[in-house]
């Protein structure tokens, strides 16, 4: 009895989202998801995946005009835009990509074909925050010259 009381109380942890555009489905428009986004038809406008778990697969069928930018993007279809990937990017043997590519980490496969430009990005140097009393000796730096 005891150890049920303590189970009731806990949340589920909530169901990884999966959304799905079908074959055949043309979408106009910006489409800004969470979690898994599978596409199989067309889209014109741009996708963005929110969160750091959100994953984009574009299948062989695949057709975008727009924009993608998200964590995890898979592509075997067709782009026409920019796509960004903050995490990973995997290019599979039918990728299409008309557009830049910006990743963290990319595999790509043979027959792959990307035209534009193809960019590695990391993590943006951190400053670190000045010692205290630097602002002293700056201006006590200063006023010697």
Do not use: C, W
Not at 13 to 24: H, Q, Y
Not at 40 to 59: I, K, N, Q
Not at 87 to 110: C, D, I
Not at 114 to 128: A, D, F, M, S
Request: negative net charge; hydrophobic residues 40%; glycine residues 12%.
């Amino acid at each position: 009895m005891l150890g049920n009381r303590n189970k009731s109380n806990q949340a589920a942890p909530p169901a990884e989202t999966t959304s799905l555009i079908a074959s055949g489905t043309q979408v106009r428009g910006d489409v800004t998801f969470n979690g898994r986004l599978h596409v199989d038809g067309s889209v014109e406008g741009a996708l963005h995946g929110e969160g750091d778990s959100a994953v984009l697969t574009l299948s062989n069928s695949a057709h975008i005009k727009g924009e993608i930018n998200a964590p995890h993007v898979v592509i075997n279809g067709e782009v026409s835009g920019d796509v960004t990937a903050t995490q990973r990017l995997e290019l599979a043997a039918g990728a299409r990509v008309e557009g830049n590519v910006y990743y963290k980490v990319m595999e790509m496969s043979a027959g792959a074909q990307i035209n534009g430009k193809i960019v590695h990005r990391v993590e943006p140097p951190r400053q670190l925050a000045a010692p205290e009393g630097a602002d002293e000796f700056a201006l006590s730096g200063a006023a010697q010259t």
